[in-house]
């Protein structure tokens, strides 16, 4: 009898390396936005210059 793949868990650690990927990712993506707010504490992305016409 021949060993069987086991498929099922070869997707699941590939979905479990896809999820820790993807909050690394977004643990960068904050960390780098954090960075950003700091060394301009005056100016936000939120903020939009006032238009002057």
Do not use: C, H, W
């Not at 021949?2 to 997707?11: C, G, P």
């Not at 960390?31 to 950003?36: G, I």
């Amino acid at each position: 009898m021949l060993a069987r793949d086991n498929y099922s868990y070869q997707k699941y650690q590939k979905e479990l390396a896809k999820k820790k990927k993807k909050e690394a990712k977004m643990q960068r993506k904050l960390n780098k936005e954090s960075a950003q707010a700091e060394e301009s504490p005056g100016q936000t992305s939120e903020q939009a210059p006032e238009q002057v016409s």
